[in-house]
């Protein structure tokens, strides 16, 4: 039992209030509560009144009896806030407001220790004050410490939601500057990117790798016969055509205005050829507004090995090949024996309807 005056420390930024040496309650502090009980009841300031709740009606503080009277639930809630803010000004025993939904600071308990001090000073000998203000500044520092831990833990709860929200959106974002927005494959930009990675990987290793250009046929009278949705309708449809009809492993982007791109990785030519007929056969009708659009495509294939030391006139070989497509209707090969026309009466399945 100790019933020895504290020492004053020095002075923290908010008056009166202090860091005690220990937040421990010892016999002492404990028939010292009943005094500040009574002080702080028959305390009319709004600031001590709105206080009393949290320093005597919480359960498990240290300063609550079982019989302590629980807060009014009416009361305005007060968010614990931190520490080091400004001291707030006015003279020792003038409490400053503490407006609903305020933060409660340091300063705050301060303003609550200068108004109940006073208040002890007019009711206890000088003898026994000092132990009674050691106990009141111990059960301040103790409810200040628990609020700044309280908003320690809710600040870094918040931290992590948003930072969870923004990993989640800064996916997206990434997603999205990578995908072309109507067709939702590779935009051109990164197509490229990914066609050059896979043939300079192809030819580093010697491995086979081919190319399919895609065109769809007759947009421009597509999008005069039924409005320039429907050449959004047909793309889309082509678009996700080749996203089924490829392997995870290949490469499928938007290459121009009404052309894709389709990079085959381990791919020998003639395996390229079979493909772009079945993908040429697989697109059948989209419905679109009531209509029933007739959606052809053109394929122009090239094998590496078949152009130069480059992407470049790999795409450009692909290109002449297409080309070729387009004018004679057919999927077309770059050059060699595995040039091809359309299989006769391959099906046709009714695919992919807007």
């Given at each position: 039992m100790s019933d020895s005056s504290p020492t004053k420390p020095p002075r923290t930024g908010a008056r009166g209030l202090a860091p005690p040496n220990t937040l421990g309650l010892d016999d002492a502090d404990e028939r010292n509560?009943?005094?500040?009980?009574?002080?702080?009841?028959?305390?009319?300031?709004?600031?001590?009144?709105?206080?009393?709740?949290?320093?005597?009606?919480?359960?498990?503080?240290?300063?609550?009896?079982?019989?302590?009277?629980?807060?009014?639930?009416?009361?305005?809630?007060?968010?614990?806030?931190?520490?080091g803010v400004e001291p707030a000004s006015g003279v020792p025993g003038a409490a400053p407001p503490l407006e609903p939904g305020a933060r409660v600071t340091l300063d705050s308990y301060a303003a609550v220790f200068e108004v109940v001090a006073g208040q002890l000073r007019t009711r206890l000998e000088a003898g026994a004050l000092p132990s009674v203000l050691g106990t009141l500044n111990k059960?301040?520092?103790?409810?200040?410490?628990?609020?700044?831990?309280?908003?320690?833990?809710?600040?870094?709860?918040?931290?992590?939601?948003?930072?969870?929200?923004?990993?989640?959106?800064?996916?997206?974002?990434?997603?999205?500057?990578?995908?072309?927005?109507?067709?939702?494959?590779?935009n051109r930009q990164h197509l490229l990117a990914a066609l050059e990675s896979e043939f300079d990987r192809s030819r580093r290793f010697r491995h086979p790798f081919s190319l399919l250009m895609v065109a769809v046929d007759d947009l421009a009278r597509i999008g005069a016969q039924h409005g320039p949705a429907a050449c959004d309708a047909v793309l889309k449809g082509a678009a996700r055509l080749l996203g089924h009809m490829t392997r995870p492993s290949d490469v499928v982007g938007r290459y121009g205005f009404d052309e894709f791109v389709v990079g085959l990785v381990?791919?020998?030519?003639?395996?390229?050829?079979?493909t772009g007929q079945r993908v040429c056969d697989a697109l059948g009708p989209i419905s679109h507004g009531g209509a029933t659009i007739e959606g052809n495509l053109r394929v122009g294939i090239a094998a590496l090995g078949a152009g130069g030391a480059s992407l470049a006139s790999f795409l450009s070989e692909a290109e002449l090949a297409l080309r070729r497509a387009r004018a004679e209707g057919k999927v077309c090969f770059a050059s060699g024996p595995a040039e091809g026309s359309r299989a006769a009466g391959a099906p046709r399945a009714s695919l992919l309807s807007s």
């Open positions: 509560l009943a005094v500040i009980r009574a002080t702080i009841k028959d305390c009319s300031e709004p600031i001590v009144e709105r206080f009393s709740g949290r320093l005597f009606g919480l359960e498990g503080h240290p300063s609550a009896p079982e019989s302590s009277v629980r807060p009014d639930p009416s009361a305005p809630a007060l968010v614990p806030g931190p520490m059960l301040l520092w103790f409810d200040a410490a628990r609020a700044v831990e309280l908003e320690h833990e809710r600040a870094m709860k918040a931290v992590r939601e948003l930072s969870g929200r923004l990993e989640v959106a800064e996916q997206k974002v990434q997603e999205l500057s990578r995908t072309d927005p109507l067709t939702e494959v590779l381990e791919c020998e030519p003639n395996a390229a050829v079979l």
